[in-house]
């Protein structure tokens, strides 16, 4: 079965093509960070309408990479939610429409489980059962994971989400968006041993995060800073502070993963969402599992942030269960991941 994957919650827009037999045939993105950038952060109503404007040249161009046409289309996934409720209309609409239009079946994917399933796209997918920890701007979870729809919430932030602590730190430092990745560029010629910051939640027992504090910590670092150096700090200073907060958002969900390994008795880690694009995340993560004989599973650093290809795949697999979507499509722009219906028997 050819699924074609449509990838719209947020600011990518995102298609894929995955085949059952032959995996990913083709996928494409297209970052809408141009189009926000100048105001800081996400602008729904513009990324609704970039989303308008880019799905279905992005369809064409991935049809074409693949060497196939709309009637080697054998169903169609969507992301149906969680994300922006008006951003989700629209490549729900067009999904949905399209699959009618096409006479194929349609699913609805949750955005997480696409994240969540999307290392089982690489050559050395990890089997279940496994522990999938899950870092976007929007969710920071631990999740046991015991097959496809089978979810156990471990632990969550109680406050911002990693990607979000990385975007509002970036904007304290003057960084541009989104910051995760710039302020991670950054931190690469920091100094580790000039700032200490906390590593929150981690001196007493349980799996929740908070990460709202540490920008708090960055703020008053960079105050202190600037007052000692009369206002004008340098570029280095602004490079210590990145690489602390990196150091010690790394260093807390580094401690909370072996915990939950170790709690749940799995041998296998997965990461996923944009953050676990960071390189000093996969590099400490690695080490540390490594270190306990212990496996860290993350997908290629283009399928850990939004993509087509993670909808296709969760999509494929729900379709396979015999799920559908009705013509009467409902985007959610909150839904809990534990509703999701399981697919197959619990692998424990
Ligand atoms: O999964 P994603 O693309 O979208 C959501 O579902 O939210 O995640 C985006 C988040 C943003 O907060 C972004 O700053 C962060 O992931 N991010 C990173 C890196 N790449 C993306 N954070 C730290 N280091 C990175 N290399
Ligand atoms: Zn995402």
């Not at 990518?12 to 141009?34: C, K, N």
């Not at 008053?220 to 150091?247: K, M, S, Y």
């Not at 990461?271 to 676990?276: K, R």
Request: aromatic share 6%; glycine share 10%; proline share 6%.
């Amino acid at each position: 079965m050819r699924v074609l994957g449509i990838e719209t919650s947020c600011d990518e827009t995102g298609v894929a093509l995955y085949d059952g037999e032959h995996g990913l045939l083709a996928h494409a993105i297209y970052s809408q960070i141009p189009i926000h950038a100048e105001y800081g952060g996400v602008v729904p109503e513009l990324a609704s309408r970039d989303h308008v404007r880019k799905a279905l040249p992005l369809i064409r161009e991935v049809l074409d990479k693949a060497e196939l046409t709309r009637t080697d289309i054998d169903a169609v996934a969507f992301t149906a939610g969680p994300g922006l409720i008006g951003a989700l209309l629209v490549g729900a609409a067009l999904g949905r429409s399209l699959a009618w239009a096409l006479g194929v079946p349609a699913v609805g994917v949750h955005h997480m489980e696409g994240h969540l399933l999307a290392p089982l796209l690489e050559d050395s997918a990890p089997a279940f059962p496994f522990v999938a920890l899950l870092v976007s701007g929007g969710h920071t979870q631990l999740v046991d994971v015991t097959g496809v729809g089978r979810y156990r919430i471990l632990g969550e932030s109680l406050d911002d989400a990693a990607g979000e602590a990385f975007d509002k730190t970036a904007k304290i430092l003057g960084l541009s968006y989104p910051g995760g990745p710039v302020l991670s560029r950054l931190a690469e010629q920091g100094d580790p041993t000039r700032y200490r910051f906390p590593r929150p939640m981690t001196d007493r027992p349980g799996l929740d995060f908070s990460f709202s504090g540490l920008k708090t910590f960055a703020l008053n670092t960079l105050r202190e800073a600037e007052a000692e150096a009369d206002g004008a700090i340098d570029a280095q200073t602004r490079a210590d502070i990145a690489r602390a907060f990196e150091e010690a958002v790394v260093d807390t969900l580094v401690i909370k993963c072996r915990r939950a390994l170790r709690e749940t008795g799995r041998r296998r880690l997965v990461l996923a969402g944009g953050v676990s694009a960071n390189r000093r995340l996969r590099a400490r993560m690695g080490e540390a599992l490594a270190a306990e004989g212990r496996e860290a599973h993350y997908p290629r650093p283009e399928l850990c942030t939004d993509n087509g290809a993670m909808i296709a795949y969760a999509g494929w697999q729900r379709l396979n269960a015999g799920a559908t979507e009705p013509l009467l499509f409902k985007p959610r722009a909150r839904w809990p991941m534990e509703e999701l219906q399981p697919v197959g028997p619990a692998i424990i």
